[in-house]
């Protein structure tokens, strides 16, 4: 009986032993959600962290901005990610959440290279995403039919793309999709296709990145506005974030982050823009 009541003991205390590992290493855990768009970022800057924090747990995942401000905003995830300012969305308490720009991030129209065209106006892109423009042959290009991709209506890239192409006026019907991945194999493989992603993920000499009145869309020319189809990555908390989410930020912010890792992958640094943006995407301030 003896024997039998210690090895009870025995179990118990690593049964305890586990738990409390669990609950150790669920209390490092930050869970990231939101814009597709950030989400390569975020998967780097979290993978280079824990290198020097071996203890971190960073999970990222995509969703969209309206998924990632909700989420936050719901206390479900640590951070939430969005390519758009949390006060133009509807059902969103920005008072309630911080906000922490970490980068800038580039958007640009892809075609499938079969349409022949490298180049519109800014007139016949809106032309195109509101129907008017329905072949190719009217831009200069094969006698093909236009087919239009557009973002999922929880997209930030969508909304930020909409604002400053399609201002006032509403979208064709089209086909949706919600991620930068997806969008990009769907271009690359389907003959007439025309959609838009984050300028990180269009390094691919499958697909033809358009140029807008012959401006192309480069980290240099979004500097200066430019190349205007650009915003901001936002990182924002449901108040005042914890220690260890406050610590991950302020390494997003680092120098590390943002000298380092964002010009590698793409992304502009807070620090390099020449102009401020407001929520609605109108520049409010020219010069450091």
Not at 57 to 68: K, L, R, W
Not at 201 to 208: L, T
Request: some cysteine; hydrophobic content about 35%.
């Amino acid at each position: 009986m003896h024997k039998h009541f210690w090895q009870k003991i025995t179990i118990i205390l690593f049964l305890a032993l586990i738990f409390l590992t669990g609950c150790k290493n669920n209390s490092s855990k930050i869970t990231i959600v939101g814009s597709s768009a950030m989400q390569l970022l975020a998967e780097q800057a979290g993978n280079d962290y824990r290198l020097t924090h071996p203890s971190s747990n960073i999970v990222v995942q995509g969703g969209g901005s309206g998924t990632g401000l909700s989420q936050v905003q719901a206390g479900a995830v640590e951070i939430g990610t969005s390519d758009v300012f949390a006060e133009t969305q509807p059902g969103i308490n920005a008072q309630k959440l911080r906000d922490y720009r970490v980068a800038v991030v580039g958007i640009v129209p892809i075609v499938n290279k079969s349409t022949g065209v490298k180049n519109l106006s800014m007139t016949q892109l809106r032309q195109i995403f509101t129907g008017k423009i329905t072949n190719w042959k009217q831009v200069g290009g094969k006698n093909e039919t236009i087919t239009v991709i557009n973002r999922s209506k929880g997209s930030g890239t969508r909304s930020s793309f909409e604002s400053i192409v399609l201002p006032g006026v509403k979208p064709i019907r089209s086909q949706e999709q919600d991620s930068n991945g997806t969008v990009k194999k769907i271009v690359n493989t389907t003959p007439g296709t025309i959609s838009y992603i984050s300028l990180p993920y269009a390094h691919d000499k499958n697909i033809q990145k358009l140029s807008i009145d012959h401006v192309k869309a480069t980290n240099s020319n979004i500097t200066t506005n430019k190349w205007p189809l650009w915003c901001y990555e936002h990182m924002y908390t449901k108040g005042k974030p914890n220690k260890r989410t406050a610590a991950f930020i302020k390494y997003m912010l680092g120098k590390k982050v943002q000298e380092d890792l964002i010009p590698k992958i793409g992304y502009l640094s807070i620090k390099e823009m020449k102009v401020v943006r407001d929520s609605q995407n109108k520049v409010v301030k020219v010069g450091n």
